[in-house]
């Protein structure tokens, strides 16, 4: 599956923004949709995750009760709702799909990845 991130830009603190990610190629319902962030100099984190029915979502700590992940089968499309947006949260958000039954917060337990969108969040 060919994955694309989009919906990044420059926010304030304190403000929101949506993330899509849109899938195409195979069969976008049979896949586990996860997000990641990359932060200047640190590694990949795992932001947050959605089962294939989309029935079921984990965050990591440090965004619950912040941001919303969400997918629509019909439009092959995952979303990252981010509100309350934080200075630390400024990095390049990716969105992988894997073919687990419960969402992975390993990185290397995606087969596929999109190219990032970057999120900027000024204080």
């Known amino acids: 599956v060919q994955l694309q991130a989009s919906g990044g830009g420059l926010v304030q603190a304190g403000g929101s923004l949506r993330l899509s990610c849109a899938g195409s190629?195979?069969?976008?319902?049979?896949?586990?949709i996860a997000w990641f962030r990359r932060a200047p100099g640190e590694e990949r984190d795992f932001v947050g995750g959605?089962?294939?029915?989309?029935?079921?979502?984990d965050y990591a700590d440090s965004v619950k009760g912040r941001f919303t992940i969400s997918r629509d089968n019909n439009k092959n499309t995952v979303y990252l709702q981010m509100n309350s947006l934080k200075f630390e949260d400024t990095a390049v958000y990716y969105c992988?799909?894997?073919?687990?039954?419960?969402?992975?917060?390993?990185?290397?337990?995606?087969?596929?990845w999109g190219r990032g969108t970057l999120v900027t969040v000024s204080s």
């Open positions: 992988a799909a894997g073919g687990a039954l419960d969402i992975p917060t390993r990185p290397g337990l995606y087969d596929y």
């Open positions: 190629g195979r069969t976008f319902s049979n896949f586990v």
């Open positions: 959605i089962t294939r029915s989309g029935g079921t979502t």
